[in-house]
């Protein structure tokens, strides 16, 4: 069956060191996602691709980079971690608007 | 911009009790509507969906009718179950070509035997 891995699951890591996660899918899917989930505020829209070599922004990107190399993966790093981006972080793929969502990486950055 | 309003939470229930969790919407144009549900320690999945006016979705019992004239796409399920605890999340699609979901803040729902 298709389906969309995350990794690792739990991390900590602390101030000012590069942290980067990973997404893979098998849906085949062009589209990917990567939002952070805090309470309070739902799910909110980091960055996202349409395809390989394609890279946008969402509406809180900044400290955040992503790349797209190959229809499969989105790896989201974190250029120098900070105490705000303590979070869940959810990716998605998905076409058509429908959305199929891994099961997270809680990060903490101490 | 696009926008996504709930209810505020968390909802307690009894089991068998009767379900509504409101959402309404602000978009321009044609947006599509869903419905996502988050079980305990899992990512979301997507539990229903309409794409134009007074269409509705269905799955699992939940149904939800999207409304142009009040911009609403309110979650109902006639009888709960201890199951249907989690968090729901009501999302908006823009207009065709823009793949990109807004969602709302969630309400929490616990259902209680």
């Known amino acids: 069956d298709a389906e969309i891995t995350q990794s690792p699951r739990h991390k900590i890591t602390e101030t000012g060191r590069q942290v980067t996660l990973a997404c893979h899918q098998t849906?085949?899917?062009?589209?990917m996602f990567w939002y952070r989930q805090d309470l309070g505020h739902g799910l909110r829209l980091i960055h996202y691709?349409?395809?390989?070599?394609?890279?946008n922004k969402g509406e809180v990107s900044d400290g955040y980079s992503v790349s797209r190399s190959n229809t499969e993966d989105l790896p989201l790093t974190l250029e120098s971690a900070a105490s705000s981006q303590t979070s869940v972080y959810f990716c998605?793929?998905?076409?058509?608007?429908?959305?199929?969502f891994g099961p997270g990486t809680r990060l903490t950055v101490t | 911009g696009d926008s996504v309003t709930q209810m505020e939470g968390p909802v307690t229930l009894s089991e068998e009790a009767f379900l509504t969790i409101n959402c309404t919407y602000t978009?321009?144009?044609?947006?599509?509507l869903f419905w996502y549900v988050q079980y305990p320690g899992e990512g979301l999945q997507l539990l229903l969906k309409?794409?134009?006016?007074?269409d509705k979705g269905s799955n699992k019992g939940f149904e939800a009718t999207y409304r142009k004239e009040t911009t609403s796409f309110h979650l109902e399920k006639g009888s709960v179950q201890v199951s249907d605890s989690a968090v729901y999340f009501c999302?908006?699609?823009?207009?065709?070509?823009?793949?990109?979901?807004?969602f709302g803040t969630g309400t929490r729902l616990t259902i209680i035997p």
């Open positions: 849906w085949n899917h062009n589209n």
């Open positions: 999302a908006l699609g823009a207009n065709f070509g823009n793949e990109k979901l807004t």
């Open positions: 691709s349409y395809g390989v070599h394609d890279t």
């Open positions: 309409a794409t134009k006016a007074d």
């Open positions: 998605a793929s998905g076409q058509l608007r429908e959305q199929y």
């Open positions: 978009a321009t144009g044609y947006p599509s």
